[in-house]
């Protein structure tokens, strides 16, 4: 059930707007993949796709309430050859961890 | 185990003919063990379980170290020997760290060490996870060094590799290798120091043990390294081939040491896998496997060990050979494996991964 809503969800160009992915002014902030209340695996999912065709230096932070996120969002940096920046605090209870781009 | 009830069905502190029977065949086993472990026969204990071996083994060696508080214990000991650390030496207890491979880091652990206030050190044999076999020589320098005590879990190695040589408290588990569940095994070295810290004094069991279960364990564990000296090699050759297929596909990492292991269990991380799915897709086909990932044991926070080694927490396969299995099972099984890990990117909608 909940792997058909994401395969839909995730059709082209209504994605980022589905998973609350927000796009801040590029130039300051970093993409933020909004992953909140999702279970492992959908954060990584969510960031993988958030990153494809994005330039080589671009930053993306996931926020995210699943504790799995603090070990796995480091570890697909190390999988897919991108850098973990770090993680940072949120005003709630989710995690922030930021990632950048590496081709 | 037959022989167990039929001779050793009476209480083997007793003094009737029946009894001295059944006391025989508990120390014919303890002598057996003994053997098989390399320890002395009288420094080997039964216990009611691992867990109970574990806690008695802290709490004994903890007592008679009086003025040192804390305990080290590696970053991915089972979740049993560390609670019972904690429960021994509450909020004094010290993870060592491991290295992405999963051994001790040596520098930490001798590091740990120096701060004079140790009761003891506790790294495991090998890790039922990832496979890796420690350094214990490496290690047991380090605790010498510092006069520590090392107590190391032999629950996952007895019966699949060649025992540790170095360790002053040992503790294994008869089920792991063949023998029945409801027991433990504890041995000693003659030079640890221990205390009671339970009103039963030197009764390790206290109440008494399962003459059947001691016997069974015994012949068990007798049989099973037979058994590992004609199987050993290939099982090992079986989990290299795992191994290398599995590190050649997209997405997919191995973990543990690729050389210093088990000789039958590999775990490999998988990108973009919920690892439950992926559990069902390989059962259809025909596989049981095992899985290390949160989402499956139900509990909210990830594995310690893949957390500690830096691996993904979900999306995980545990692969235990048992000696029935075959090369053209294997075989069969890397064929099915990436099939169904494409079976489930794509119904959870990952993305395509560059190979």
Redesign the interface.
């Known amino acids: 059930m909940r792997s058909t809503q994401c395969a839909r969800a995730w059709a082209p160009r209504t994605s980022h707007r589905e998973y609350g992915i927000v796009t801040e002014p590029p130039e300051t902030a970093p993409i933020v993949v909004d992953a909140r209340g999702k279970t492992c695996p959908m954060p990584i999912i969510m960031l993988a796709k958030a990153a494809a065709g994005l330039p080589d230096g671009t930053e993306l932070t996931v926020l995210a309430t699943d504790l799995a996120a603090r070990y796995d969002v480091p570890a697909w940096a190390r999988m897919t050859h991108h850098d973990f920046v770090g993680e940072s605090k949120t005003d709630g209870e989710a995690l922030a961890l930021t990632v950048r781009l590496r081709s | 185990m037959r022989a167990g009830f039929a001779d050793g069905w009476a209480d083997p502190a007793r003094l009737s003919s029946e009894s001295r029977r059944a006391r025989a065949l508990v120390d014919g086993s303890r002598e057996a063990i003994a053997e098989a472990l390399g320890a002395r026969p009288e420094l080997v204990h039964f216990t009611p379980s691992p867990h109970a071996a574990f806690e008695r083994a802290i709490a004994g060696i903890h007592a008679a170290r009086r003025g040192r508080h804390r305990i080290l214990v590696s970053a991915i000991e089972r979740d049993a020997l560390a609670n019972a650390a904690a429960f021994v030496a509450p909020h004094a207890v010290d993870s060592v760290d491991i290295d992405p491979q999963g051994h001790v880091s040596i520098e930490h652990l001798t590091a740990a060490l120096q701060s004079g206030d140790v009761s003891l050190a506790a790294v495991q044999h090998a890790n039922q996870e990832l496979g890796t076999v420690q350094r214990l020589e490496d290690v047991a320098r380090a605790t010498q060094g510092s006069g520590v005590p090392l107590l190391v879990d032999a629950t996952s190695s007895i019966g699949h590799i060649d025992p540790p040589a170095y360790w002053d408290a040992l503790v294994a588990h008869p089920a792991d290798w063949g023998g029945p569940a409801g027991i433990g095994v504890l041995a000693l070295e003659p030079h640890t120091r221990w205390l009671p810290a339970w009103p039963e004094g030197d009764d390790w069991a206290p109440g008494g043990i399962c003459v059947p279960l001691a016997l069974a364990s015994a012949v068990a564990l007798q049989e099973r390294d037979e058994r590992r000296q004609r199987e050993g090699a290939r099982m090992s050759a079986l989990v290299d081939r795992i191994r290398a297929t599995a590190a050649g596909l997209a ?1 997919v ?1 191995v973990l543990g040491d690729p050389r210093e292991r088990l000789p039958h269990v590999v775990t490999f ?1 998988c ?4 690892g439950e ?1 992926l559990l069902g897709e390989l059962d259809q086909r025909g596989f049981a496997v095992g899985s290390g ?3 499956v044991s139900g509990t ?3 594995s310690r060990v ?2 500690a080694v ?6 995980n396969v545990r692969v235990a050979l048992h000696p029935g299995v075959t090369e053209q099972d294997v075989d069969r099984f890397l064929v099915e494996l990436p099939d169904a890990l494409d079976a489930v990117r ?6 395509h ?1 560059a190979s």
């Open positions: 997405g990492e991380s990108l973009y896998v919920d799915v990932s949160a989402c909210l926070e990830p893949l957390a830096g691996a993904l927490t979900h999306g794509s119904r959870l909608g990952a993305p991964i």
